[in-house]
């Protein structure tokens, strides 16, 4: 007979904690990178630009400093998260804005005016926005290649200004394809006028946005009459020599040469 005593099976080691999935990684990171600009943007609105350092902007988010220049890569970076996150505010607002009017004029004073006023919490330190993103060989400058997402997202909102309108339709196709564009350099005059307007909530470029929407508005209505077409010939040349070249990487075209095409055969 054996005596032995039984010996118990071993406990078994509990099972590794599962990885976080990328997804949650991914929406962590967002939080992270938001934290950071949300603060960014407070402090500069509080202090001034040139007084908040990326320490201070890190201390106040809760975050390393090392976190904090894992997103941004110094606090001129903020810049670029800036014209991110005012680009898309800007658009949600002026289609909620937009929602109901046909009128060109009337949608192109809307959505102008609609950035004017989304914009207004940082007019103060704008200058200083200003002066690193005018650097032309700046990657924060608005025309640069890495602003092509969202100047892409600024150029649709014009696209959608002319599209809802009762002018889009009556167009030449090629000019209703660079117009958005044209209407989204229209708006960085606007822009540059605002960062140097000392006047009370900005009225004068409140001002100068509803005088000039009408005019730029009449300047298009005429280019679909037929006298004016070699003119609108000559205009639409000299715009894709000269003018969108400059712009970065140009935006992928919203319509085909399909649909181009199908819209030229309708209006002649």
Same mark, same amino acid.
């Given at each position: ?11 078994? !080691? ?23 600009? !949300? ?20 201390? !106040?988010?809760?975050? @390393? ?99 809802? @309108? ?7 196709? !090629? ?30 470029t409140r001002a100068f946005v509803a005088r000039c929407a ?12 037929r006298v004016f077409r070699p003119l609108v010939r000559d ?18 075209? @919203? ?14």
């Amino acid at each position: 007979m054996n005596d032995a005593v039984p010996t118990e099976p071993p406990t078994p !080691e509990p099972a590794p904690a599962p990885a976080p999935s990328p997804t949650a990684v991914s929406a962590k990171g967002e939080q992270t990178r938001a934290l950071i600009l !949300e603060t960014a943007m407070r402090l500069f609105q509080e202090r001034g630009y040139d007084k908040t350092t990326m320490r201070a902007i890190a201390a !106040e988010a809760g975050v @390393s400093v090392g976190n904090a220049y894992y997103y941004y890569a110094g606090k001129e970076y903020l810049i670029q998260g800036f014209y991110d996150r005012m680009t898309h505010e800007h658009a949600a607002d002026a289609r909620a804005r937009l929602a109901g009017t046909t009128d060109f004029a009337e949608r192109l004073q809307i959505a102008l005016e609609s950035w004017v006023d989304c914009a207004a919490p940082y007019h103060e330190f704008a200058a200083q926005f200003f002066r690193t993103a005018a650097d032309p060989n700046s990657a924060l400058s608005p025309f640069s290649n890495e602003s092509h997402p969202a100047r892409t997202t600024a150029v649709e909102i014009f696209r959608e200004v002319l599209d809802g @309108s009762q002018l889009g339709p009556k167009l030449d196709p !090629e000019l209703e394809e660079l117009l958005p564009d044209l209407l989204w350099l229209h708006l960085m005059v606007i822009v540059l006028y605002w960062v140097f307007d000392r006047t009370d909530d900005t009225e004068r470029t409140r001002a100068f946005v509803a005088r000039c929407a009408p005019f730029v508005a009449k300047i298009v209505a005429l280019s679909r009459y037929r006298v004016f077409r070699p003119l609108v010939r000559d205009a639409v040349d000299m715009i894709q020599d000269f003018v969108l070249p400059t712009i970065g990487k140009a935006a992928t075209p @919203s319509t085909s040469p399909a649909t181009t095409a199908a819209k030229r055969k309708r209006r002649t």
